[in-house]
């Protein structure tokens, strides 16, 4: 179909902004090699931590930026806590045994995801400490009446187990759950300690989350929706609108209105 007039007279004024040719799998890599390469011009800094999600290729891409293995890759800690449920139900989609009453139920599977977390933000900076939690919140979910299995648990009055808790208050401890059978529970076992190695848990130390980075995501994605096209200018705009707000609020934007000689209102 020949192009009309306004086409071909758009095509020959326009000036495309476009910064990146390729897939969209190759973006997020792309962008996070442009992002370091450039911080010691633009910034005068290297940077030493890379937070991730357990997608490898953004990390892959950036840590050789500044000499081999210069970048260490971290975890966000919130990811690795669902992978636990991930985990936990592949397992038991596969595994019919483990469905049913009384077997590997959903908010047995959501309970342990969150004592892993607790785990974890427990022991910040204390990798033996931190793999003894995790590995113990396995058979404190796993305890019942007939079967107690807090004997890993850490102790005192603050400590996130309920049993060793009230036995440190001189309570007398009530068992909550009804807990897994030793045939689950030895099932269960190999998957979940698949994330209790020191490799893993040693990038987990740190203790943070992507929660910041998202939050600022979201920003960005209220004014420019990820499935709705816009221009280059118009993102940036509208990413710097979006970091505005996301450090001072609506009153960093007074701000620019007053150093633009705007009276907001």
Known sequence: MPRSIESETFAADHVCHSNFQGSALKMEAVGSTRIFQC??????????????????????????????????????????????????????????????????????????????????????????????NVIAALFHCSSSVEKLMHGQCPIGKDCWCYYQRALSCGKKPNEKYKGLSNEVLNTIKPTYLELCTKELLTKCLQGKTQNSNQCLNGLIWQRVPE?????????????????????????????????????PG
Do not use: M
Request: net charge positive; proline share 0%; charged share 25%.
């Open 39 to 132: 911080s010691i011009v633009k910034r005068g800094l290297k940077y030493a931590h890379y937070y991730g999600d357990g997608d490898s290729k953004g990390f892959i891409s950036v840590k050789d930026t500044y000499g081999k293995d210069s970048v260490t890759k971290y975890e966000c800690i919130g990811h690795v806590q669902k992978r636990v449920g991930a985990r936990l139900r592949k397992l038991k989609s596969k595994n019919k045994n483990l469905s049913g009453k009384g077997k590997l139920t959903d908010s047995f599977i959501d309970r342990l995801q969150n004592y892993y977390g607790i785990a974890v933000r427990s022991n910040v900076g204390n990798l033996s400490g931190l793999q003894q």
């Open 227 to 263: 499935e709705v096209f816009v221009c280059l200018k118009t993102l940036k705009s509208s990413a710097l609108d979006a970091v505005i707000q996301f450090n001072d609020g609506y009153k960093g934007c007074v701000e620019i209105f007053k150093k633009l000689n705007i009276t």
